[in-house]
Nanobody, 118 residues
């Protein structure tokens, strides 16, 4: 079992920046991905960005060029640097940890609120 603790959410004006952090603890697999999803009330949770232990990254189209994901494998921590934030980025952001082998198993953080005011 993996526990995830998120931090860094808050309220920012449009055009501003925020940095989210998520630390994983527990049964950490050597092959995993860590990343961020977000959800607006009434809508499906959507992937923002993810990064594997080998450094491979994936970004949603809306995140490309504005958001940067990074991770510190020694600390089992993933970061999401968000720049040029827009009101439509307002959501609850969830940290995700996925063990990949022998089959994918996902763990989720409790979420951190990001509010972007216009």
């Amino acid at each position: 079992q993996v526990q995830l603790v998120e931090s860094g959410g808050g309220t920012v004006q449009a055009g501003g920046s925020l940095r989210l952090s998520c630390a994983a603890s527990g049964s950490i697999s050597s092959l995993n991905t860590m990343g961020w999803y977000r959800q607006v009330p009434g809508e499906q949770r959507e992937r923002v960005a993810s990064m594997a232990t080998n450094g491979h990254q994936n970004y949603a189209d809306f995140a490309k060029g504005r958001f940067t994901i990074s991770r510190d494998n020694a600390k089992n921590t993933v970061y999401l640097e968000m720049r040029s934030l827009k009101p439509e980025d307002t959501a609850v952001y969830y940290c995700n940890y996925a063990r990949l082998l022998p089959k994918r198993v996902d763990s989720w953080g409790s979420g951190t609120h990001v509010t972007v005011s216009s």
